[in-house]
């Protein structure tokens, strides 16, 4: 079903097609006005939840991040972007061109100062990596894993670094070519440490589960993203598999049995303690 003609008038766009839909929205291509193409993303019953504050800030971002157009309480309108996701790049034997293009986006993305007024903060995310408990069932390197990453995150949370606006969900899925190069997209907006940018990213690709878990590739994204993103490589490793944690962490609702990235959570644990 297209989206109700209302909304195609309020955003002043027509010609839906539908493009994806999402556990939290439904996305369609749409024809703005002059005749551009543009993307509705129409959101269901759940609301925007944390991609409200992600549209502010790619709006305040610029450089290369989506264009937002307009933003209502359900629906946002933001740019088209044509081409494939980064993480294209990596499945095709191409990931140290997808890391190089990754840092440049995030390096765009952190150009100017945005303001930080009304962001949440990171240490709330880490409230569900700290109230997480470890099932009887679960594996003693699960449970040690689990602690080493509640303390390694509460360690960085009491001392944070360059504090900022960010993206807070930036990797190559998020990023998509478009008619100004590789652009950032599906913000979720968090006020945290700099090198927490970069966190996820070591994550992915999806679809390369054999490739994130390579030693020399983490260790070679942690020299290159440092470098190149100015932050410490000890300090990136390190939250790097805070954010794994976390992620674990949300994906078990409050109590660990067992998980896909377990053996991830280690392998970048052991890089960041090395």
């Avoid at 959101?43 to 409200?52: D, I």
């Avoid at 968090?190 to 878990?213: I, Q, S, T």
């Avoid at 070679?220 to 190149?228: G, I, K, R, V």
């Amino acid at each position: 079903m297209n989206p109700a003609p209302k909304i195609l008038a309020e955003f002043g766009v027509s010609a839906p097609e539908l493009v994806e839909e999402t556990g939290l929205a439904v996305l369609w291509k749409v024809c703005r006005a002059d005749g551009s193409p543009a993307v509705l993303k129409i959101y269901g019953s759940k609301g925007m939840r944390n991609e409200s504050e992600g549209f502010r800030f790619l709006a305040a971002a610029g450089g290369p991040a989506a264009k937002v157009y307009k933003v209502t309480a359900s629906a946002a309108l933001i740019e088209w972007l044509s081409g494939p996701p980064l993480g294209n790049l990596s499945r095709a034997g191409r990931d140290a061109e997808a890391a190089a293009e990754l840092v440049q986006v995030a390096n765009g993305l952190h150009a100017s100062a945005i303001p930080e007024a009304g962001y949440p903060r990171l240490e709330d995310w880490f409230t569900a990596l700290f109230s997480l408990t470890v099932s009887a069932g679960a594996s003693e390197d699960a449970r040690t894993n689990i602690f080493r990453s509640q303390a390694l995150a509460r360690r960085l949370l009491a001392d944070p670094q360059d504090v900022r606006a960010l993206h807070g969900d930036l990797h190559h899925s998020n990023i998509r070519l478009g008619d100004r190069g590789y652009c950032a997209f599906d913000a979720k907006g968090v006020l945290g440490e700099r090198a927490y940018e970069l966190a996820n990213a070591f994550r992915h690709p999806r679809g390369a589960p054999d490739l994130v878990r390579e030693p020399e590739r983490i260790r070679f994204l942690a020299t290159l993203w440092s470098q190149e993103f100015q932050v410490g490589r000890r300090r990136l490793l390190q939250w790097a598999a805070a954010k794994c944690a976390l992620s674990i962490a949300w994906r078990n609702s409050g109590q660990l049995g067992n998980d896909p990235e377990l053996d991830l959570l280690g392998a970048l644990l052991n890089a960041a303690e090395g």
